[in-house]
């Protein structure tokens, strides 16, 4: 039986004890893209925490940021109980929807465009999204937030399915162990580089794309110290929490 590359692709995402499954089931096999999936937020949903991300800018990743969606949406109050993690909430439908909207942001018409040249501008501008939607400054309450233990498994997963869509964005079709390696190191230089990007003072954050650039070429020079990097990511996402804290943040 052959597959796609992009049916293989899911097939070795999906657990061992689960892969005959899905082999015997072609329907099973598909990528996202291949067929229409439903919108990841309701629309009240959306529309509340769409307004609220408008008031980040100037209230932070706060409760007070979702009232005011909430009543600018139309809605009381009270409807901001739809959303029991908070302020977290706001953070998670950030990364949802930038995410989903990376494949309309940017395109890729030259065909000679190698992986890694691709790849390298979309978490570019992935990044750039947080500066064009004004929250670059409030990310560091967004990082805070993050890693807090109960939000942990969430952020995690959020970004290694931006790894994921980068590299498949950047058409990647590996099929092999380099498949989990590549997301893993993608994952841990994504972190990194959204870090220093909120304390980049730069013009246009040209100190950020640099930093970006070092860490790619270390992951091809020596194969990548995901570990080392992933460590230093949590003690950021600790410290981050404590500075915070006090300044009055509750978190």
Known sequence: MSLTPLALRNVLRTPASLRPLLLQSPRACYHSYEHTQP???????????SSALTYV???????????LGAKDAGYLDISTNLFPKGAFELVKYHLVTQRLGLKDR????????????????????RLRA?????????????LALMSLA?????????LSA???????????VSVDTSWYTKRASLSGIYAATEIYQTTDQSTDFKDT??????????LRVMGGAVGNTLEWVG??????????????VRI
């Open 39 to 49: 919108p990841p937020y309701r629309d009240a949903d959306a529309a509340i925490l």
């Open 57 to 67: 800018p100037a209230q932070g990743f706060t409760q007070e940021a979702l009232t």
């Open 106 to 125: 940017i395109q890729f018409p030259d065909e000679k465009m190698g992986v890694g040249r691709k790849v390298r501008s979309l978490v570019l501008e």
């Open 130 to 142: 947080n500066a064009d939607t004004g929250v670059v400054n409030r990310w560091q309450e967004a």
């Open 150 to 158: 109960e939000n942990i498994p969430t952020s995690l997963r959020e």
């Open 162 to 172: 931006l790894s994921d869509e980068i590299w498949f964005l950047a058409g990647d």
């Open 209 to 218: 794309e640099q930093f970006l650039d070092r860490r790619l070429e270390e």
């Open 235 to 248: 003690f950021q996402g600790g410290a981050l929490v404590n500075l915070m804290r006090s300044k009055g």
